[in-house]
């Protein structure tokens, strides 16, 4: 590893001094850079007059090699955990990190608090760098699949195909020699391959993707076993998109079953759960579920109330209503939307074209929460952990009755479906797939009937007809 002075850019420099051209010898040469930037460092060269570099010849015709500066006879003090962030940030594919890296390096030196600063704009962006590549390197133990080659004496060698996003090849090998130590395995991938023979491991340079055997014969006998422990009631697309991208599909033995299994999940689980629970019995399963929610004590807003108000309504509704949480009278009555609120949904639902009695009511939260304003019970918002609290009724409600269309009345609703929170007005008249069905949001009716200006509660009451004859539609 060398510096390379360039005369012809000391103008372009400016304060920082000469430009100086640092050669590392691979993408991922950690060793490499910790050990020209403690030189540089000691040295106390300007990060902004570095160029790294990697392999080969300093680009500019002109430019004159000189050794490192000296090692310091006492190494750099810098914060412990800088360390394993630049260790991972390294490896990313971003061209600035050795020069972002560096920079970090003088900063920290200077002033060691900065590693807790996360607001630090240097410092979030490594971060960053190094959470892609941990990203990457999870996803390359998770879908590394290998396919069977026979050397032609009797043994068999193990071969996989894989396009890292990040110059994690070499970081990962240490992973695959422990888990197949008896087997002879590559690893081929378009900048390194890598390839263990039982006892040592060894490099070879990048390859093509026709270089690696696209099937073999253990692969059938894998999608035939694949197909069978697929469970379509355990099926979140979201979460397995996020987990197993699309990017990753053509590498899988079972990447062509995930469609069309996909596809037919959602009959399968309704098949699944008519074996169960016949639509007959959802009512009953209800009941139980809504007497064991009496005894829910795990937030205290059941503390001072009549008792839990569970949701009402067929056990096979086509459609479910969610809201906030229950009110006064909802809370002496035990049933929801039975107060002021519930006769504006009750109006609504009437000019939507949908009877009540068809549609399966319920709230987010399941107590009241109130504070007391002499000898009245004023109502007040549920926080977020009480939401998440209450989430487990909630998602009970939704896996029996499995509703084509849900429809989530304020931002409390959408958090104890959905788990997230939003704005109602950003969020209205778009179509939220969820686990069941699709989602609506609109309007709750408590929020029309605050409102002081006439002409924006019946704004915001034509709205909720609107939202619920739009629900009502993504029922069939």
Known sequence: MTIATDPASQAAAHSAGPTRAVRLLGEDDWDGWRDAARRLLAAGIDPDAIIWTVGGKADDLFAIENELPPQPRVPPRVPRSFLPLAQSAILHSDPERFALLNRLLVKVSRYPDLMSDRADPLLRRIDLLAKAVRRDIHKMHAFVRFRELDNGDGSQRFVAWFEPDHHIVRATSGFFVRRFAQMQWSILTPELCIHWDGEALTES????????????????????????????????????????????????PEADLIAPLVASAQARESSMVEQVIPSGNRARTLEALAEEAQGCRRCPLWKGTSGCVFGEGPGDAAMMIVGEQPGDEEDRGGRPFIGPAGQVLDRALSEAGIDRREVYLTNAVKHFKYVMRGKRRLHQKPDAAEIDMCRWWLDQEASLIRPRSTVMLGATAVRGITGKTGAVGKMRETALPLQHGSGTVSWHPSYVLRLPDREAAD????????????AAERTG
């Open 459 to 470: 704004r915001a009451y034509d709205q909720l007809v609107q939202d619920l004859r739009l």
């Open 205 to 252: 340079p990048g390859a093509e993707r026709p270089d690696a055997p696209a099937d073999d014969a253990f692969e059938q006998a894998w999608k035939t076993y694949y197909g069978a422990i697929f469970n379509p009631a355990r099926l979140k697309i979201k979460a397995m998109l996020k987990e197993m991208p699309r990017k990753y599909w053509k590498n899988l």
